[in-house]
T-cell receptor, first 113, second 112 residues
Framework: QKEVEQNSGPLSVPEGAIASLNCTYS??????FFWYRQYSGKSPELIMF????GDKEDGRFTAQLNKASQYVSLLIRDSQPSDSATYLC?????????????FGKGTHLIIQP | NAGVTQTPKFQVLKTGQSMTLQCAQD?????MYWYRQDPGMGLRLIYY???????DKGEVPNGYNVSRLNKREFSLRLESAAPSQTSVYFC???????????FGQGTRLTVV
């Protein structure tokens, strides 16, 4: 069973600080990595994807990928109360198929005003 | 710009009743999926359709059936609802297998 692990939290961060969310995965052959944001009672919304080692920046969000260590992270700069949500990490595993897209259980992020 | 649309948004069923959850996407995606999300369990794949005309079981298919009606529509049927099927159900679509998924707004189902 391919696994994607996230700390469930809650992770509490003061407004304006950097929020750092981490995710590890078990399949060394995984190729594609996604971060979804899910507000309470809403559906997951894609916010970032990353395929290559290193950093990818999009506005206040930066995704970081380290395939050798099998982790992917999401940094949120200048955190806002509206960033309070659950963040899901998703990984496409090397085996393919529908179960190739595996979701972590999510990290609950709270931005404190 | 609808994306993925699910109906209904809320439903209460009695044990043993049947119902069908509807899902439609207007993004010309080839693959569609049904997930359930329960507290502490994350998203679990029920069934998927890699392309029009095909369907396959996911991680938790028992008690469910699906139909890929055409490229746009993918329905999920509960033949005899059980309290264990109380959950939030999400439909999703992808351009192709193993690309980023886009989700519908979800159906909150309670079986009493």
């Amino acid at each position: 069973q391919k696994e994607v692990e996230q700390n469930s939290g809650p992770l509490s961060v003061p407004e304006g600080a950097i929020a750092s969310l981490n995710c590890t995965y078990s399949d060394r052959g995984s190729q594609s990595f996604f971060w979804y944001r899910q507000y309470s009672g809403k559906s997951p919304e894609l916010i970032m994807f990353i395929y290559s080692n290193g950093d990818k920046e999009d506005g206040r969000f930066t995704a970081q990928l380290n395939k050798a260590s099998q982790y992917v992270s999401l940094l949120i700069r200048d955190s806002q109360p509206s960033d309070s949500a659950t963040y899901l990490c998703a990984v496409i595993n090397s085996g393919g198929g529908a179960d190739g897209l595996t979701f972590g259980k999510g990290t609950h992020l709270i931005i404190q005003p | 710009n609808a994306g993925v649309t699910q109906t209904p948004k809320f439903q209460v069923l009695k044990t043993g009743q049947s119902m069908t959850l509807q899902c439609a996407q207007d993004m010309n995606h080839n693959s569609m999926y049904w997930y359930r999300q329960d507290p502490g369990m994350g998203l679990r794949l029920i069934y998927y359709s890699a392309s029009e005309g095909t369907t396959d079981k996911g991680e938790v298919p028992n008690g469910y059936n699906v139909s890929r009606l055409n490229k746009r529509e993918f329905s999920l049927r509960l033949e005899s609802a059980a309290p264990s099927q109380t959950s939030v159900y999400f439909c999703a679509s992808t351009r192709a297998m193993n690309t980023e998924a886009f989700f519908g707004q979800g159906t909150r189902l309670t079986v009493v």
